[in-house]
């Protein structure tokens, strides 16, 4: 089966910029997209088709993915930014999420 | 404005049937751009897909679970029903709905979540 990997955590200063990676065998020929999940909420999608942002989502929030690897970049990262995020992409028609990676703010 | 909303059980017993049931709204699920997904995430843990269902009946399943999951719709009253059979402890979780997106690919829209506890 199908599996994104991810970095459970990544801490960065406010104001610096975040890259949470996504790994999966030629993930660059599939769609990826990113979710951000504060505690006790639903998950929220920021970014789909790689690098599309959803209305109301900052521009701040962006993405890439080629190869093996989509990544979600946050610039200018603030406070309200520290969540988990999981990137997830499709197989066969089945959606596959990531393990998640827990952004700290710090 | 678009929204899901999950209802069922709180709490189920070990080798129980579990039925859940997601009410949408502000969209139609006979609208052929649109799917609905059932997503769990145990307590701590990652979010997982388990299950999908399109305006055309396509449905899909994640293959660790598709002998015990069936997913259906009923159009006329904007629901889609999950059920999962025989659940055990590690099916404890909070089920979310989502609505795939209309270009595909992404769930857009998503439910608050539904806790649900298996235990004896």
């Known amino acids: 089966s199908y599996e994104l990997t991810q970095p459970p955590s990544l801490s960065v200063s406010p104001g610096q910029t975040a890259s949470i990676t996504c790994s999966g065998h030629?993930?660059?020929?599939?769609?990826a997209c990113w979710y951000q999940q504060k505690p006790g909420q639903s998950p929220v999608l920021v970014i789909y088709?790689?690098?599309e942002r959803p209305s109301g989502i900052p521009e701040r929030f962006s993405g890439s993915n080629s190869g093996n690897t989509a990544t979600l970049t946050i610039s200018g990262t603030q406070a309200m930014d520290e969540a988990d995020y999981y990137c997830?992409?499709?197989?066969?028609?089945?959606?596959?999420f990531g393990g998640g990676t827990k952004l700290t703010v710090l | 404005q678009v929204t899901l909303k999950e209802s069922g059980p709180v709490l189920v017993k070990p080798t129980e049937t579990l039925t859940l049931t997601c009410t949408v709204s502000?969209?139609?699920?006979?609208?052929?751009?649109?799917?609905v997904s059932w997503i769990r995430q145990p307590p701590g843990k990652a979010l997982e897909w388990l299950a999908h269902?399109?305006?055309?009946?396509?449905?899909s399943y994640i293959t660790s679970l598709k002998t015990r999951l069936t997913i259906s719709k009923d159009t006329s009253k904007g629901q889609v029903v999950l059920v999962m059979i025989n659940v055990d402890l590690v099916d404890t979780a909070t089920y979310y709905c989502?609505?795939?997106?209309?270009?595909?690919?992404?769930?857009?829209?998503w439910g608050q979540g539904s806790l649900v506890t298996v235990s004896s």
């Open positions: 989502a609505r795939i997106g209309s270009s595909g690919w992404y769930f857009d829209y």
């Open positions: 269902i399109f305006s055309n009946d396509e449905k």
């Open positions: 997830q992409a499709w197989d066969s028609s089945t959606a596959v």
């Open positions: 502000g969209f139609s699920l006979s609208n052929p751009r649109l799917g």
């Open positions: 088709k790689d690098n």
């Open positions: 030629k993930l660059g020929e599939r769609f």
